[in-house]
């Protein structure tokens, strides 16, 4: 899911590389630009039945492609915060979520309560010149909120601002192998992928935590 006011074509760079190392991806349209955390938190689950419902039609380039029990969720800014809360409501359906620099919560207010209803496992990526959503405001409380029974993964780059995840970012090789890393480790249960995130991280890391 895009950011506030964001779209697709922001995120063009995901698509293709995901696709490229067999990850069937798609990139939503939210009804409006404007569309508020709760809009994109059911754009984001509406999408997972289509893609369900594609894979069951014969007429669908997809149909018989997806494997239903390797799905993820990912979103950037108050998309990024939505992929939670769809979390929240999906459980076992989905196998990971990825919020990339997350706005955590409706425009303006401040983080309150918990995220103890997300099992999935997450992987949280922040940028430590993030002004929009600092990560101490947004994607710390996040990432502390989830249940410590939860897997997850706290990562924040040194430098980089709150755009990092979109075409006009950076980092991107070291952001798609990380996520990549993690989808397959959850998708697949690979060990090798596994012990790839359970280390230490890079030195253009500020912060790099797991459970």
Known sequence: SPGYTGTPESY???GPMLASVGIITAIIETNTPEDNLEQRKNALIA???LIKRENANSASPLNNKVDE???ALMGHSLGGGATLRAAEELGGDIQAVVPLTPYCCELGQSFEGDLNGVSTPTLIIAAADDTIAPPEAHSRLLYDAINSSTEKVYLEFAEGAHGLPTN???EFQTQGTYVYAFLKSNFTGDGKYIDFIEGNGEDSFSSYETN
């Open 47 to 49: 999408g997972i039945e």
């Open 12 to 14: 063009d760079w995901w």
């Open 168 to 170: 006009r970012g950076s």
């Open 69 to 71: 029990s390797q799905i």
